[in-house]
């Protein structure tokens, strides 16, 4: 059974950093994509980052380029989402995906999905 759950979620002011992770079981991690959706308050789910499973390369949202970092630890089996210079309206429940061979940016090509977390940041 294949489990995502994320974790790191808060509550931080503009400007602050934040490190949500995502702990993975049930399937081979080095072999999967891992990415990072979010979906503001009365929007529709947004891509953030994917990382390929061996990590050689990374992709990000334009919203996200240069502010967020997303990395993988295959000995912990987690990937995590670095998110520096926080703005009010990077709030949204963040979500982490997982599949073999995605379509990076779009959410419905994605397999397995984690709960979600929720991050907020005031003004």
């Known amino acids: 059974q294949v489990q995502l759950v994320e974790s790191g979620g808060g509550l931080v002011p503009a400007g602050d950093s934040l490190r949500v992770s995502c702990a993975v079981s049930?399937?081979?991690?080095?072999?999967?994509?891992m990415g990072w959706f979010r979906q503001p308050p009365g929007k529709e789910r947004e891509f953030v980052a994917a990382i390929m499973g061996n990590g050689r390369a990374a992709y990000y949202g334009d919203s996200v380029r240069g502010r967020f970092t997303i990395s993988n630890d295959n000995t912990r089996n987690t990937v995590y989402l670095q998110m520096n210079s926080l703005k009010p309206e990077d709030t949204a429940v963040y979500y982490c995906?997982?599949?073999?061979?995605?379509?990076?940016?779009?959410?419905?090509?994605?397999?397995?999905w984690g709960q979600g977390t929720q991050v907020t940041v005031s003004s």
């Open positions: 995906a997982a599949d073999s061979a995605p379509s990076i940016r779009v959410g419905s090509s994605w397999s397995y």
């Open positions: 049930g399937l081979t991690f080095s072999s999967y994509t």
